[in-house]
């Protein structure tokens, strides 16, 4: 029975609530968790709100006097950041165990129906069948709740067990909706035979009203899958070959129907080795495009110590429909760099897809974000080394994403967690040339971006201080000149198209630099640079050009701290903007 149930929910009713809080023509959300999260996701509905879902250890429920666990959170807000629901849904309390990172538990569907794959123990048997080191309630199933938008439990309020037996592990659920509506839900399961344990990843089916159709196995064995539809009530698996979460394996996709009978594979998409050792899900992703997927990886196939990142696009056919095979694509080309984390996002009307990836040193003190765009060809857009988008310095950027806005153009966010935390947006046009940036601040780590809605794209992250105190905070990112993007200068720079030439003489920058100006003699001219929150930092020159190539310098003062500054030439309406990298040492 439980003992403080009223207690924890009350005060968490209190902690959960959004706090809306005006800033600069921008809306931010605050919300924040008890200590100490496990896990958290979040997924943005039709009409853009979003939910947010999250467990904690300090939610305690107390089960026959001895026995506590977590309780399964979910709160959907409006676009406006505004609570949707007078109050979190509690969505499941049984005993349960979590595994941070290791879980995928949030899917909503076409209609806005959100499910919850909740790993629980509430049909755990009797302790002294196990062996010595474990316990009562050790064992899990996994539980699968549909939880419509206004926050009724369609399911009932204890789910749907996919089995009743009890699983050492389960973990890395994923699910898709199919065309008849049905569900097609994959895990990672461990079961205990005697003293070893076996690692097989399961497929299983629902029907839209709740109904476990069948469960299988798949084969051969594999772990980290990931669903994609595949259109005629089929479905597509990519996974890594055995049952290893951190073995150097080969990656496989093959294709199904609804009643689990295989259509083709499964075929190989990479397998040169050096794949990361470590949790597979962490490396490899999977993004659905027209007629197939692209899967992306990152990998050191030398054996040289610097990972490339690499994509390959297999069609609903079965066809690996990239000219590299199982070699996949090289997305860039940065000798004595690594590589790590590519993700994407896929252009659906003009059939691109963007990618984003973190550059790192050797000692991985030094790092960067790159950006890429690629063909269903296979073909690279952008430059053979990818573009910029946050430059190679002395501190760590990471948990990279790509959204795209309503023109198609692609936003690229990111965070700096060492350093100073701080997050990044750059949002750059079809062709590569940055049009505007900006920054948020207090960040964290584990960033989710949510797409494109309402004018403005969604960030969320957790903040944390050490390992006592963590929360989830959410920020909305307005589109354009407006909200806390660059200068307006800054924004319409790609709109020139005179002649007039501007170049930086040295860049990154150690102290001082020089402007290089062609094309505007006996004609008035402004340099100024700004920062990346579009506040001016420096005048550089403001007058009348003399001779049709002129040199203007800019002394950088020793106080101004490192980092990415915009230099900014107008001329009547010719606008020229160049991205300079500041730092204090050679």
């Avoid at 949707?84 to 509690?90: G, K, Q, R, T």
Wanted: net charge negative; aromatic share 12%.
């Amino acid at each position: 029975m439980r003992t403080n149930y009223s207690r924890v929910k009350l005060l968490f009713i209190c902690i959960l609530t959004a706090v809306v809080i005006p800033a600069m023509g921008q809306v931010q959300w605050s919300i924040e968790t008890p200590e100490a999260v496990y896990d958290w996701d979040s997924r943005m509905l039709s009409d853009g709100s979003f939910v947010v879902y999250y467990n904690s250890p300090s939610q305690l429920i107390i089960y026959e006097d001895t026995v506590s666990a977590q309780e399964h959170i979910l709160m959907r807000y409006n676009a406006d950041g505004t609570s949707a629901w007078s109050e979190p849904l509690i969505v499941a309390n049984a005993p349960n165990k979590s595994y941070t990172m290791y879980n995928k538990y949030l899917f909503v569907d076409d209609e806005d129906n959100i499910f919850l794959n909740i790993p629980d123990c509430r049909y755990d048997t009797f302790e002294s069948l196990w062996p010595a080191g474990y316990y009562k309630w050790e064992k899990m199933t996994l539980n699968v709740h549909k939880i419509s938008k206004d926050g009724e439990h369609l399911w009932g309020g204890n789910g749907i067990p996919i089995d009743r037996d009890g699983h050492v592990l389960i973990a890395l659920c994923n699910a898709i909706m199919l065309e008849d509506s049905g569900l097609i839900l994959s895990w990672l399961q461990e079961d205990l035979f005697g003293s070893s344990t076996v690692t097989t990843t399961k497929i299983a089916r629902i029907s839209s009203s709740g109904d476990v159709l069948w469960v299988n196995d798949l084969s051969p064995s594999g772990h980290s899958a990931t669903l994609v539809n595949g259109g005629s009530n089929q479905f597509i698996i990519v996974y890594m070959q055995g049952t290893s979460l951190s073995a150097v394996t080969p990656i496989y996709a093959q294709k199904l129907n609804s009643k689990g009978d295989l259509i083709w594979g499964p075929i190989m998409i990479y397998d040169k080795g050096g794949t990361p050792p470590r949790a597979a899900h962490l490396n490899i992703k999977v993004l659905p495009v027209k007629r197939g997927v692209f899967v992306s990886w990152y990998a050191d196939p030398d054996g040289d110590n610097f990972e490339d990142v690499y994509c390959s696009y297999v069609n609903r056919s079965g066809d690996l429909a990239f000219a590299g095979g199982t070699s996949g694509t090289k997305l860039g080309y940065a000798p004595n760099i690594r590589q790590f984390s590519p993700v994407g996002i896929y252009d659906e009307e003009n059939e691109y897809v963007y990618y984003t990836w973190s550059e790192q040193s050797n000692g991985q003190t030094w790092s960067g974000i790159v950006g890429q765009k690629i063909n269903l060809d296979g073909e690279l857009m952008w430059d053979a080394n990818g573009v910029t988008v946050g430059p190679m310095l002395e501190r760590r950027v990471e948990y990279q994403s790509v959204q795209l806005d309503s023109a198609g153009n692609p936003c690229f966010f990111y965070l700096q967690y060492t350093g100073g935390n701080m997050g990044y947006v750059q949002k750059l046009s079809t062709d590569g040339n940055m049009l505007w940036n900006t920054t948020f601040n207090e960040t964290g780590a584990d960033l989710i971006t949510l797409p494109y809605a309402n004018g403005q794209w969604i960030a969320l992250w957790i903040m944390s201080s050490g390992t006592t105190v963590a929360r989830v905070r959410a920020q909305n990112i307005l589109d354009g000149s407006s909200g806390i993007s660059v200068s307006e200068e800054l924004t319409s720079s790609a709109k020139s198209q005179s002649n007039i030439s501007f170049n930086v003489t040295r860049n990154p920058v150690f102290g001082g630099t020089s402007f290089i100006v062609k094309g505007l003699q006996g004609k008035r001219a402004d340099i100024s640079v700004y920062g990346a929150t579009g506040k001016k930092v420096a005048a550089v020159f403001n007058g009348e050009t003399v001779s049709d190539e002129q040199e203007f310098v800019w002394d950088i003062p020793a106080l101004l701290p490192e980092g990415i500054y915009f230099a900014t030439l107008r001329s009547g309406s010719d606008i020229k903007t160049l991205k300079i990298v500041v730092s204090n040492s050679r």
